[in-house]
């Protein structure tokens, strides 16, 4: 597996972390749905098998850990509202299927990666902050944040930090803006679809 976290924040979004079983760990409700997904994505890797094997066995964790409605509305911006419902739920299956598909394409194996979640839960207004730190074999280990909203009464992902500063969704509205702004949301349903079948390559 390629180890690349700077990745994750390019128009690409190629999504590069690797975890160890941390749930029994996460005493804090919004640390939860982390050490979950953390979970998931090894078990992914260890299994190791097609890109389409990967990405049934990682879909349903990334629905529970991500609120997957409003990080597409986030990562889109104020253009959210001008866009007919129809091609809003569109976006939020193409954003869905891009997310599985970049998360089943990077966690292709496991060779003594590990997650460490820290227990200090930040809180962030009405968010909170979840810190990890990737535990490369011989390398430095790299800093990554998750905010999580509740959503139901459930702690939910949103957006994710890489070294603490630089925002996903950021980097993602970035990308999707010029999209937007060129084709509306036909065009960027579209782009969401390239990047999801070139993860599937």
Same mark, same amino acid.
């Given at each position: ?8 924040? *390019? ?16 005493? /804090? ?9 953390? #979970? ?5 890797? $260890? ?6 094997? %990967? ?16 990080? *597409? ?7 959210? =509202? ?26 292709? &194996? ?5 997650? =460490?979640? /820290?227990? $200090?839960?930040?809180?962030?207004? &009405? #968010?909170?902050?979840?810190?990890? *730190?990737?535990?490369?074999?011989? $390398? =430095? ?5 998750? %905010? ?24 993602? %509205? ?8 060129? &084709? &509306? ?11 999801? *079948?070139?993860?599937?390559?």
């Amino acid at each position: 597996m390629t180890i690349g976290f700077a990745r994750l924040f *390019t128009p690409a979004l190629c999504i590069v972390a690797v975890a160890v079983p941390l749930s029994a760990e996460a005493a /804090d409700p919004a640390a939860v749905p982390v050490a979950a997904l953390d #979970d998931g994505l090894l078990s992914i890797m $260890k299994a190791g098998g097609s890109v389409a094997s %990967r990405s049934a066995a990682i879909g349903p964790v990334v629905d529970r850990a991500f609120d997957l409605p409003l990080m *597409t509305r986030l990562a889109i911006g104020p253009s959210w =509202t001008g866009i007919a419902p129809a091609d809003q739920q569109a976006l939020i299956a193409a954003f869905r299927r891009m997310t599985i598909g970049q998360y089943a394409r990077n966690f292709d &194996g496991w060779s003594g990666e590990s997650f =460490t979640l /820290d227990p $200090k839960v930040q809180t962030r207004g &009405g #968010d909170r902050l979840v810190r990890t *730190t990737l535990n490369i074999p011989g $390398k =430095t280990g790299e800093t990554l944040s998750y %905010r999580l909203r509740q959503n139901g009464g459930a702690w939910k992902i949103i957006d994710v930090f890489y070294r603490n500063a630089i925002s996903q969704i950021a980097t993602r %509205r970035a990308d999707f803006a010029g999209v937007l702004a060129k &084709g &509306g949301a036909k065009a960027l349903i579209a782009h969401l679809d390239a990047l999801a *079948t070139k993860s599937a390559g």
